[in-house]
């Protein structure tokens, strides 16, 4: 076992079956007796166990020999004992590479140990009056199947200190099938919504283990068809469903659009996050902010100047409420399908002479920049909250994002007409903008993620678009 360091007198290790966890709690003995404290959220979440959210609390009491089967809970449980002393078995039964992995050792209180869903667990009592309790984040319902395993499978080669021949095992127990039969638990897969935009197309390459959802097969703004859906089955919900017509949003129509798929879609997939403990990734925009700040940090207040950041504002306070959620807020993003670099090459091509905005500054997020961001979030377990992502390097204005798209493709730089974006929007029925979209990124920086210059990016970007003949 591996130690992960200790505080408060309390100490976690963890072991050779992935999630499991040993902790070390801190037993305070004087003449009356002793005190611990068997579940602190607090101080455990900060030395790494999960926040797992407990519903319910279990007792039982056993007598020596008592020995109760290799049962893999599709639920986490975390285990101690306020009296007597037991030996643990744990057999990872989940699918993949660790399947069989066995851990065995002996508790007694002073400590515990954290159980995740599909790892099966057993106890064989060595005293009398051992009294075992556990915590588990899902209610017990009858008619639940789950995988369990023999207790003396000649492959697991467990040591059980009374001989199972000799302990007191249930007939159930006693019919468990051995290893070679057992069906591995499915682990909880990772769901991307929005799967045919860009960014869900550039997350689907970086999570490639992903199930990919578009709008035909899951419209987020119908609660009927989100009470439908398994979330039972996810662990992870990668959420790039988006209304992001930003003129369109300012009609009547489009603002109702806007709001029901950026503000009450993900409101309700918060709140199924945190029924089902999901991890929510959720994905912003810098329209949230009116622009009238040079750079933006992530706790500046909002301020959206028009419908569409109105409610991609709403839908940013309400996915902040779900616990485990990550709320990427980016800027200019460029990625496979209609956007404003394809749009400045095909105007290269043309040979026109195009009339952009000077005045507007930020900087491009490639959305496959956007999409490695939420995955080195996701796996390294930065912590929970907000996090501004876009690709680094010094702010540019439209204008400067054109010119060099021409100068990419054999045009003069000047070959662009710099205006202001009052000039330009004379006349016209266009939704406000800010003018600076600039956002810090200290914070994404300092989880150990460094973006890639955004001209770098985008010269490759453009030596993988070819110009048209």
């Not at 007409?417 to 920086?445: C, F, I, M, N």
Request: aromatic letters at 8%.
């Amino acid at each position: 076992m591996v130690s992960t360091g200790s505080t408060h007198g309390i100490s976690v290790e963890h072991t050779e079956i992935p999630g499991l966890l040993v902790v070390r709690l801190d037993v305070r003995p004087d003449s009356r007796g002793s005190f611990e404290e068997i579940w602190q959220r607090e101080k455990m979440t900060a030395l790494g166990l999960p926040d797992f959210g407990p519903v319910q609390s279990n007792l039982s009491w056993n007598t020596r020999g008592t020995t109760r089967g290799i049962h893999a809970e599709p639920w986490d449980k975390y285990v101690t004992l306020a009296s007597g002393r037991v030996f643990v078995a744990y057999v990872d039964l989940r699918e993949g590479g660790t399947f069989g992995t066995t851990v065995t050792l002996e508790l007694e209180p002073g400590v515990a140990v954290f159980v995740p869903r599909g790892v099966g667990n057993s106890f064989q009592t060595l005293e009398d009056a051992t009294a075992y309790l556990y915590l588990i984040n899902e209610h017990w319902r009858p008619g639940v199947t789950y995988p369990a395993v023999r207790l003396d499978d000649e492959t697991l080669a467990i040591d059980w200190p009374i001989p199972i021949a000799e302990a007191e095992v249930s007939e159930k127990d006693r019919l468990t099938p051995a290893l070679a039969d057992v069906e591995p638990l499915p682990r909880r897969r990772t769901l991307v919504l929005g799967a045919g935009g860009q960014v869900g197309r550039a997350l689907a390459e970086v999570f490639p283990e992903a199930d990919l959802v578009g709008v035909d097969a899951l419209d987020i703004t119908d609660p009927a068809a989100l009470a439908a859906w398994p979330w039972h089955e996810y662990e992870l919900v990668l959420d790039a469903a988006a209304y992001t017509a930003v003129d369109a949003a300012e009609s009547d129509e489009g603002r109702v659009a806007a709001w029901a798929a950026n503000a009450a879609a993900p409101a309700a997939l918060a709140r199924i996050a945190t029924e089902h403990r999901l991890t929510l990734v959720h994905f912003s925009t810098d329209y949230v902010y009116d622009g009238s700040r040079a750079v933006h940090t992530e706790d500046e207040p909002m301020s959206p100047l028009g419908a569409y950041g109105q409610s991609k504002a709403a839908g940013d306070l309400a996915v902040s409420t779900t616990p485990r959620h990550y709320l990427l807020r980016t800027s200019w993003v460029i990625g496979d399908g209609n956007n404003f670099v394809r749009t400045m090459r095909d105007l290269a091509d043309r040979g026109v002479k195009p009339t952009v905005v000077d005045d507007q500054v930020g900087r491009l997020t490639f959305a496959p920049e956007l999409a490695r961001a939420a995955r080195h979030l996701v796996d390294s377990g930065a912590p929970f909250g907000t996090y501004h992502v876009s690709n680094s390097g010094d702010a540019c204005s439209w204008a400067d994002i054109a010119a060099e798209v021409f100068a990419s493709f054999g045009r003069d730089r000047d070959d662009i007409v710099r205006v202001t974006t009052e000039d330009y929007t004379s006349g016209r029925q266009v939704a406000p903008r800010p003018l600076s979209g600039v956002l810090d990124l200290a914070k994404l920086r300092a989880t150990g993620f460094e973006p890639e210059d955004q001209l770098v990016a985008l010269r490759a970007y453009c030596a993988s678009e070819p110009s048209r003949p």
